[in-house]
């Protein structure tokens, strides 16, 4: 007596494992996407955040945290390849949670000591004031950009990597806009004070 066996044959089981691996793949990337997605709603949060307790410090203070000049930068501690004008802290905005308007200062979800691309070019959340004036931003790591010039958190303002890992703020300066050298600002959610002189 003799029985009818079903099964598959391996060549169908090799194409339902390789539609199962295409499937997971778009599913990964579609996933990828979102996540990305999350972290620059969270970026957005921060800055905003960060300005309005900026300004209520100014109403309070008559002046901003100060990094000791505008080109003296702190960074948050997940930047890890600066040197020169910046340094990377866990209170990268002086005197912010010492006097109450934060308990922790945040941080940047996906830090980055390559901004861009570029070898130790450190990209996180960097600030910069002398007190009367400051540049915020999440530096170099928004990832659903780049970002229109419309956007409210686009700014001509921003720093600039000029040797392996040092950043200080500059304004305007031709290589930060030019997609040739990484497009910076289009990949920064950036905010000023009103005075601090971008002719963006």
Known sequence: MFYNK????????LVVIAVIGVLSSIVLVSLSGVRGKARDAIRQSDMSQIRKALEVYYTDHGHYPSTGSIKTTYCDLGCTGVCGHASARDKWIP??????????????????????????????YMYASDGN???LSAWAT????????????????????????DQFYLCNHPNIGNPAWGDYYKYSYTITSDNLGCSW
């Open 95 to 124: 005197d912010l949670v010492e006097e109450g308007y934060f308990a922790e200062l945040p941080r940047d979800p996906n830090p980055k000591d390559q901004a861009r691309g570029s070898s130790r070019k450190a990209a996180c």
């Open 142 to 165: 928004v990832e659903t950009g780049p970002i229109s010039v419309n956007h409210g958190f686009y700014s001509r303002a921003g720093f600039r990597e000029v040797s392996i890992c």
């Open 6 to 13: 079903k099964g598959f044959t391996l060549i169908e089981l």
């Open 133 to 135: 004036k400051y540049i």
